[in-house]
């Protein structure tokens, strides 16, 4: 399944997420997550993982001109976070979707006050206000109901310190050729005029800053049912 069909099965989900997906199975009232561990632990990566407490950070929102930080947000809702760059409209428009499908559901369930939805950039010395603004839009964001945000560090130096040291998520930009590439996979797409390589990453991480589900490579999973799975587990985490 390549990447422009993973896209559109993320549009058709909408938000019927089925019951029963193995992502979401809560443990004992005395675990520190509220999904099980998963059923293939794979190695031993570098990012945090499951039952891993999230590293810290605070970085601003520059469309709400605000300081989100994971202390603000511990002990007052779950969040779930991705890193993107706005030269990249495929695979990064891809988690940027996905996020907006689980605003979507939390809207619709009653539960958008309970989730903060995150995406870093970086790549903050292209990235400013106005290009964020503009790719929320792009992918249906709703930038005015509070509950997304677009993270922005003060420099590439610094947005790479942090996505590479501090989360453990490998990434690089570079200044040649227009592309948007990820590892051994090499395909175009002509809307992006992009410089960078990463692992398309996402985190649920739960209200006491506890990771319960790390997906590395998401947007290249082969199973059409990941998107539901995480619009389920992003449930079972805020309720």
Avoid: W
């Amino acid at each position: 399944m390549n990447r422009r069909s993973y896209l559109g099965t993320l549009g058709s989900v909408g938000v019927a997420a089925t019951a029963g997906c193995l992502d979401a199975v809560a443990l004992t009232d005395d675990s520190r997550t509220a999904l099980s561990p998963p059923e293939q632990p794979r190695g031993e990566p570098i990012h945090p993982t499951h039952d891993d407490e999230f590293p810290p950070f605070r970085l601003m929102d520059p469309i709400a001109d605000a300081e989100i930080s994971l202390e603000g947000l511990t002990g007052d809702r779950a969040f779930v976070m991705t890193f993107i760059y706005t030269s990249c409209t495929e695979q990064c428009g891809t988690l940027v979707r996905l996020l907006q499908l689980i605003q979507e559901d939390a809207r619709e369930r009653g539960y958008g006050d309970d989730v903060a939805l995150l995406a870093m950039t970086f790549d903050p010395e292209t990235d400013g206000r106005d290009e964020l603004r503009e790719y929320g839009e792009l992918f249906g964001v709703d930038l005015e109901a509070g509950n997304f945000h677009f993270l922005r560090p003060e420099s590439n130096d610094e947005a790479l310190e942090i996505i590479n040291e501090r989360f453990g998520v490998p990434a690089e930009l570079d200044d040649v050729g227009d592309h948007d590439h990820n590892h051994d996979d090499h395909d175009h797409d002509d809307h992006n005029h992009g410089h960078g390589i990463h692992y398309y990453m996402l985190f649920i991480v739960n209200e006491e800053g506890i990771v319960e589900r790390s997906y590395p490579n998401v947007v290249d999973s082969r199973e059409e049912t990941r998107p539901k799975a995480i619009i389920e587990s992003v449930r079972t985490v805020v309720e």
